[in-house]
C-alpha cells in the first residue's frame, strides 16, 4: 500500500484557516500512534466569550458564582438549579445545588431564613427544583495535608430566601450522582433523569462541539449550509428498505439520504453545499452501531473527484480532533466522562490527532490482505465486520478504502472505464471511510454523464422514469462532482469510547423504541 506523506509543518501551513475566530495558545499535539513523532508547534484553540445573560429565574448561574466568586463576594444574587443533596438539622443546612454549569454549595441558616423556609428543604427531595436568593460568600477552604498546596478559593450563597419550583417525585427511577451500573434501556426509558448525570450531559455538550467543529472546517473550505425535504416520491438509492408514509393522498418515503438532492444543487451551479440533517433507514439491524434515525454530515462538491473529497473529509476530522484536544471546554466534557470511567474500571479516553493524510488502501488491495491473513473472502465480496478486523490489526484508526467494485456501489457513482479489478470486473470512484474495524462514510465520485447514468440505473433493475425529477436536472450539463455522509453518532462513538451508538443520541430510535 502506497501512501503520499508531508512534513506536518507543511501541512498546517496549507489548511485553510478558520474565519471569524479568537485564539488563545495552546499546547502541542500529540499525532497518531503510527508515526512514532512528536508534532510540536504552537496552535490555537476556539475561544467563545459566553454570556449568560439573567433571567426571570437567576440572576447568575451556578457556573458564575464559582469563576466570579471573588467579584461578587457580598453581593445578592438570585441562582436555581436541581437539589443534588442537603444536609445538616436543626438550625442550619447546607444544599448542594447543580444547574448546567456547575454546583454551588447553599447555606441556610434558621435565622436568616425561618424556621418553616428551613425545614421545607430539609425535607425536600432530591432532584427537586428550587431558587434561592442570597448573599454569595468564600467557603472556609478544607484543610489541606502539610506539604498540598493549598486548593483554589471555592463560594457559596448564603440563603435569605427560597422558592420551590416543583417537587421531585421519590424515589427517583434512576440514581443521578451515584455510580452504580444502570442498564441501558433503563436510562432511555427516563432519559430526562440520565441527563443529569455529569457524563451523559458531558456527552451531548460534546456533540454540540463536533457538530461546531465540523461546520467550521467545512465553511472555512468554501461549503455553505442548506437542507433538502426529508418527505420524499421515490427511493433514493432504489432501495426497499424506506419507511413509507402517506403523504396527504400520495404515496411517499422517509429520505434515506440527502444524496439525489445534492446533487441538483451541483447542476444548479452552487457548488459546494453540505448539510447536517436526519436520514432515515428502515433496516431492521439491532447492533452496536446502527439507528433507523441518525444525523450526518453530508457534502457535495463541484469540479472534483474521490480523491478531492476524501481531502475535505479528512480534514474535517483532523480539525475536528484537533478543536476536542484543545479547546478548554472539550478537554472538560472528555474528563468528566473518564471520571465515571474511572469508576467503571475503563480505561480513560485519550484523543489522539490523527496524522495527515489518512492511509488509502484499495478495494483490491484489502482483499489481498484479508486473504493473506486467513481471512474468507473473495474479490466481489463486501468487507464484513470479522474481515474488518483483520485490516484493523495493521489500521487501528482513520482510513480510507478506496475504488470499490461497481457491482457494490449505487447507481449514482462514478467509474472510469478501464479501471478494473483483478478479475476484470469494472471499478468504481466510490470509497468507504473505516476507524479501525467499523464503517464511517460511504462517499465518491458521482456520475455526471446522463447516458451512463440512465444505463447504470437500468443495470441495477431501477425505472429511469421513477427517477425523472432527478435525471432531468442532468440533460443540461452537470459539472464534475463527488461527495460524502459521516454520521455524527459514529463520530461521537470514536470520541468518547462509547460501546453503543444509542449512548450519543438524546432520544434514539431502533427497531425497539419509538418512545420517548
Request: proline residues 6%; hydrophobic residues 40%.
Amino acid at each position: 500500500m502506497a501512501t503520499m506523506t508531508v512534513p506536518p509543518e507543511q501541512y498546517i501551513a496549507s489548511l485553510p484557516s478558520i474565519v471569524d475566530r479568537t485564539f488563545i495558545p495552546h499546547r502541542g499535539l500529540r499525532l497518531a500512534e503510527s508515526s512514532n513523532e512528536w508534532l510540536m508547534f504552537s496552535t490555537c484553540c476556539h475561544r467563545i466569550m459566553t454570556t449568560w445573560v439573567p433571567t426571570s429565574y437567576r440572576t447568575h448561574t451556578l457556573g458564575q458564582i464559582q469563576a466570579l466568586g471573588a467579584d461578587l463576594v457580598d453581593q445578592e444574587v438570585t441562582v436555581a438549579g436541581f437539589m443534588e443533596a442537603n444536609r445538616g438539622k436543626g438550625a442550619i443546612c447546607f444544599v448542594d445545588l447543580r444547574d448546567g454549569t456547575g454546583i454551588t454549595q447553599i447555606f441556610l441558616k434558621k435565622d436568616n431564613i425561618g424556621e418553616a423556609s428551613l425545614d421545607m428543604v430539609q425535607r425536600m427531595t432530591r432532584e427537586s427544583t428550587l431558587q434561592f436568593t442570597g448573599t454569595v460568600s468564600q467557603k472556609r477552604p478544607p484543610k489541606a495535608k502539610e506539604g498540598e498546596p493549598t486548593p483554589p478559593p471555592a463560594y457559596e450563597v448564603v440563603a435569605t430566601s427560597v422558592v420551590v419550583i416543583a417537587r421531585a417525585e421519590a424515589p427517583l427511577p434512576l440514581g443521578v450522582t451515584d455510580t452504580v451500573h444502570v442498564a441501558l434501556d433503563t436510562r432511555l426509558d427516563n432519559r430526562f433523569l440520565d441527563l443529569r448525570r455529569a457524563q451523559v450531559n458531558a456527552m451531548f455538550k460534546l456533540r454540540g462541539k463536533v457538530l461546531q467543529y465540523g461546520r467550521e472546517a467545512l465553511i472555512s473550505e468554501g461549503f455553505f449550509e442548506t437542507h433538502t425535504p426529508k418527505i420524499v416520491a421515490t427511493a433514493t438509492e432504489g432501495g426497499t428498505d424506506l419507511f413509507p408514509m402517506m403523504y396527504f393522498d400520495t404515496p411517499a418515503f422517509l429520505n434515506q439520504s440527502p444524496q439525489l438532492f445534492k446533487q441538483l444543487c451541483m447542476s444548479g451551479g452552487l457548488e459546494r453545499v453540505f448539510e447536517v440533517g436526519p436520514a432515515f433507514r428502515a433496516e431492521k439491524h439491532d447492533t452496536y452501531r446502527h439507528l433507523n434515525e441518525f444525523i450526518s454530515f453530508d457534502i457535495e462538491c463541484s469540479w472534483a473527484n474521490d480523491e478531492d473529497v476524501m481531502g475535505v473529509l479528512e480534514r474535517m476530522i483532523h480539525h475536528i480532533w484537533v478543536s476536542v484536544s484543545t479547546d478548554p471546554e472539550s478537554i472538560a466534557h472528555i474528563d468528566t466522562i473518564n471520571e465515571y470511567r474511572a469508576t467503571q474500571d475503563e480505561e480513560p479516553i485519550e484523543v489522539i490527532v490523527p496524522e495527515l493524510p489518512f492511509p488509502r488502501l484499495s478495494y483490491c488491495d484489502a482483499i489481498a490482505t484479508i486473504k493473506a491473513k486467513g481471512g474468507s473472502i473473495e474479490w466481489g465480496d463486501d468487507i464484513d465486520a470479522e474481515n474488518s478486523d483483520l485490516l484493523a490489526e495493521d489500521l487501528p484508526q482513520f482510513y480510507f478504502l478506496p475504488r470499490w467494485p461497481m457491482d457494490l456501489k449505487p447507481f449514482y457513482i462514478h467509474h472510469v472505464e478501464g479501471e478494473d479489478g483483478s478479475t476484470g470486473k469494472q471499478l468504481s470512484r466510490g470509497f468507504d471511510l473505516n476507524f479501525g474495524r467499523d464503517e464511517l462514510t460511504s462517499g465518491g465520485q458521482r456520475e455526471h454523464r446522463m447516458d451512463v447514468l440512465i444505463e447504470n440505473l437500468k443495470d441495477m433493475n431501477l425505472d429511469p422514469e421513477e427517477f425523472e425529477f432527478y435525471v432531468a436536472g442532468f440533460r443540461h450539463g452537470v459539472p464534475p462532482h463527488a461527495g460524502w455522509g459521516l454520521g455524527v453518532e459514529r463520530i461521537l462513538m470514536k470520541l468518547t469510547g462509547a460501546k453503543n451508538v444509542r449512548e450519543t443520541v438524546l432520544f434514539p430510535r431502533d427497531r425497539r423504541r419509538v418512545s420517548p
